[in-house]
């Protein structure tokens, strides 16, 4: 069973760090592309952030480039969004998705997601 | 990269149908045939629901559909049910090799 599973959000002061990452199995890891995705409070989903299977091909939103690095480790099966420099309006629900890999740009599996509080 | 316009809402009775419009532009929903549909229920994840503008997934039922026209793409369910209560997010891959959603639509089944 595909399963994807998020932690490492919690309360973080503004301006703070979090590093999140997604446990991934029931699936080759290491074939597929994987995306970050958010979701503020009571709001719409918002991508963040693309890493190729290997991790040699990486892109961000623009709301975000400079202040969130996605990275991977294929042998530990898992998938980071290291966050800096947080603000309020970073505030949401982080999930981590895969992406098909025959259905073009479509994300098939979702994790529940971690929660990033940003607040002093 | 600004957000894909979707209604805010849409509402319909039991075994209706309606349709949810998600517009861009020309470097995405209108470039390529790369539109997602996404299905979410209050405090889960989304979930696929159509790909590649008019493809289900396997096991969605097929009161789903799924079409594009120029940079406009729609959803349309057909024969509502309560359980398709839920709200419903499009998303397209862009020129610049990212991914853009729509600001969602919440459809109530009255």
């Known amino acids: 069973e595909v399963q994807l599973v998020e932690s490492g959000g919690g309360l973080v002061q503004p301006g703070g760090s979090l590093r999140l990452s997604c446990a991934a199995s029931g699936f080759t890891f290491s074939s597929y592309e994987m995306n970050w995705v958010r979701q503020a409070p009571g709001k719409g989903l918002e991508w963040l952030s693309y890493i190729s299977s290997s991790g040699g091909t990486i892109y961000y939103a623009d709301s975000v480039k400079g202040r969130f690095t996605i990275s991977r480790d294929n042998a530990k099966n898992s998938l980071y969004l290291q966050v800096n420099s947080l603000r309020a309006e970073d505030t949401a629900v982080y999930y981590c998705a895969r992406l098909s890999l025959t259905m073009v740009q479509s994300s098939d599996y979702w994790g529940q997601g971690t929660l990033v509080t940003v607040s002093s | 990269q600004s957000a894909l316009t979707q209604p805010a809402s849409v509402s319909g009775s039991p075994g209706q149908s309606i349709t949810i419009s998600c517009t861009g532009t020309?470097?995405?929903?209108?470039?390529?045939?790369?539109v997602s549909w996404y299905q979410q229920h209050p405090g889960k994840a989304p979930k696929l629901m159509i790909y590649e503008v008019s493809n289900r997934l396997s096991g969605v039922s097929n009161r789903f559909s799924g079409s594009k026209s120029g940079n406009t793409a729609s959803l349309t369910i057909s024969g509502l049910q309560a359980e398709d209560e839920a709200d419903y997010y499009c998303?397209?891959?862009?020129?610049?090799?990212?991914?853009?959603f729509g600001g969602g639509t919440k459809l109530t089944v009255l």
């Open positions: 020309s470097s995405d929903v209108g470039g390529y045939n790369y």
């Open positions: 998303s397209s891959y862009t020129s610049s090799s990212t991914v853009v």
